[in-house]
């Protein structure tokens, strides 16, 4: 178990060891990455660091005391609230980032339904099957139960659907714009009539398409309303750090109104420290991430975000023709902006293997299940690895065609086991496990040197477990 040293250490030496921790992270420098880091360039990024080093210490926990902070905050939920057609009563918060935007909406709407009428059981929120992660565990939380509507086949949630879950128990409508998994957006206007009709608040989740569906259908109008025009949308929530290019750590939650917003704060006012008052989850705020989100906006403006915009769904509709002239592949959906899945159309041709084979060719692939892809998010880097991605991926269809067997190795045999395995219960007791593994004092996982990312590696421990139970039982 490691100590805090007995001594200072210099602040080179510090330096140089800590980069040397980074050499077996993934490279997202060489956008060879979909996903965790929108990195818009080294320039950009520099100045980042600049805004966010500016305020630094500087604490919003106190808005009183740190006026700038609050300034910060305003002028970026304003901003927000503008850019998704919010009119003069829209108000929000900034955030940690898209899970806490996704876990405020579910303890506000819930005391906002406990402030309207007795809940004697346990209250019900209903959102589609692709629904962020997050939302599940907003609702483990903060005992809400979360019931998932099916999907149509265009990957966006069934409206009817929703309109038969609803009963005396739910408290909530979500919908995605777009979603995670398919970046598809769920018909938001039709859920909005349903959440007015049974009056019900309706979030649409835009943590990934809040800063770039408003450039996209301003560039080309191609985008289906998602935002405030449809009236029964009572708030929305978009991060600033992903397509916003600000700094980790900045996100927002716009309500279209105070009425619905002030279920959202604490207050506490016995308390031996003082009257505490939070407008959100956490008690410090970093004031640069606040900085840094306020900068980022300023510095690439709807001009700037046009341009962005315009350049990612160019490499977005480029990769997507690409992939569809593969033999043996298809889009999964009809996606409207820059985040998409594809699938296999062959049973020669493994999905999960393609990725493998894209793996041992250097990139990181995210994988999906039920139904199995790959998934791509498109940042303006990705302009330079397009042509090298799609030969890729070409050769690697070919490989697993002319190799049915590697279906069975390697990754892939594991994603495809797991995605079938029967007892779902199982699954989550085994990771449960790893992850006591992974946070107990040796935290041993991510440091062995072994390059497979964490997923695989937790979903190999499962399965070693799971077949020596089977042995056991056989
Ligand atoms: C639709 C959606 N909602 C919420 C989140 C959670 O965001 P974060 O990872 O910033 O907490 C994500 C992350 O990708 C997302 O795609």
């Not at 909406?105 to 402030?115: G, H, I, S, W």
């Not at 309207?116 to 997050?134: C, G, Q, W, Y």
Request: proline share 5%; glycine share 8%.
């Amino acid at each position: 178990m490691k100590t805090i040293p007995k001594k200072a250490l210099k602040h080179a030496d510090i330096l140089e060891q800590m980069r040397g921790f980074s050499d077996s992270d993934v490279n997202y420098r060489d956008s060879r990455t979909w996903s965790l880091v929108y990195h818009l360039d080294d320039q950009h990024t520099e100045f980042l660091k600049q805004a966010y080093g500016m305020y630094f210490s500087e604490n919003a926990l106190n808005p009183m005391a740190f006026k700038s902070l609050k300034r910060f905050e305003t002028d970026i939920i304003n901003m927000t609230a503008q850019m998704l057609s919010g009119d003069k009563k829209a108000v929000g918060t900034l955030t940690s980032g898209g899970t806490e935007s996704c876990l405020l909406p579910v303890l506000t709407y819930r005391d906002l339904a406990r402030a309207k009428r007795k809940l004697p059981f346990t209250p019900e929120m209903i959102a589609p099957e692709s629904i962020h992660v997050a939302w599940s565990k907003a609702a483990q939380y903060f005992g809400v139960k979360i019931r998932y509507a099916p999907l149509k086949q265009d990957f966006r949630v069934d409206v009817e659907a929703v309109r038969k879950m609803i009963n005396r128990r739910t408290i909530l409508l979500v919908g995605s714009a777009p979603s995670y998994p398919h970046g598809v957006i769920d018909p938001i206007e039709e859920l909005g009539k349903v959440a007015q009709q049974y009056d019900l608040p309706l979030h649409v989740d835009s943590c990934l398409g809040g800063f770039l569906l408003p450039f996209i259908e301003k560039n080309d109008g191609s985008i289906p309303p998602f935002d405030f025009r449809i009236p029964g949308v009572t708030s929305i929530s978009a991060d600033v750090h992903k397509y916003g290019f600000a700094a980790k750590g900045a996100s927002t939650v716009v309500y279209r109104d105070m009425k619905y917003m002030k279920h959202q704060f604490f207050i506490h006012q016995d308390w031996p420290g003082g009257v505490f008052a939070s407008p959100a989850l956490l008690g410090t705020r970093p004031g640069g991430s606040f900085a840094a989100a306020w900068a980022a906006i300023h510095a690439l403006g709807e001009d700037g975000y046009c341009a962005n915009a315009q350049k990612i769904m160019e490499i977005t509709r480029e990769l997507q023709s690409g992939i569809t002239n593969i033999d043996g592949l298809a889009i999964l959906g009809q996606p409207e902006m820059s985040v998409f899945a594809y699938h296999s159309t062959d049973d020669k041709v493994n999905i999960f293997a393609v990725g493998d084979q894209m793996e041992s060719r250097g990139w990181q692939i995210d994988r999906l299940q039920r139904p199995e892809g790959l998934h791509v998010m498109v940042v303006p880097g990705h302009a330079r690895i397009t042509i090298e991605y799609l030969s890729d991926l070409k050769d690697s269809v070919e490989t697993v065609r002319s190799n049915p067997g590697l279906a069975a190795k390697g990754n892939a045999a594991m994603y495809g086991m797991i995605a079938k395995l029967p007892f779902r219960s199982m699954i989550k007791k085994e990771v449960m496990k790893m992850m006591e593994e992974l946070y107990s004092p040796e935290g041993s996982m991510p440091m062995d040197g072994d390059n497979n990312p964490l997923s695989v590696r937790i979903m190999a421990k499962i399965l070693q477990r799971f077949s020596k139970v089977k042995g056991a039982k056989e």
